[in-house]
């Protein structure tokens, strides 16, 4: 059996994105070579159309009815080991 499951590498994951730093210089530089390259780039219907369907499935999925949802979950002893807080509407 391996060693790295797929819940041992979650559990080891560390977020390596360059927006993440503490250095705003670098930062800065990472969101300016992301903004670069979407504004140097011709749009075509293409892109509107799939930004019309994004917009549009947004909008179709806030306009449907909120849903509720409870999650148990137990540690052996019998106390509660998740507490979870969503945002509310």
């Given at each position: ?8 590498e979650l559990a ?17 530089r990472v969101l ?58």
């Amino acid at each position: 059996m391996s060693e790295n499951t797929a819940l041992s590498e979650l559990a080891n994951f560390v977020g390596r994105s360059p927006l993440a730093t503490a250095d705003l210089s670098a930062r800065n530089r990472v969101l300016a070579g992301m903004t670069g390259r979407l504004l140097g780039k011709k749009r075509s219907v293409g892109d509107l159309l799939g930004v019309v369907l994004v917009l549009s499935a947004r909008a179709r999925r806030m306009a449907q009815p909120q849903a509720n949802i409870d999650i148990d979950v137990f540690a052996p002893g019998g106390k509660r080991a998740l507490r979870l807080t969503l945002g509310s509407r």
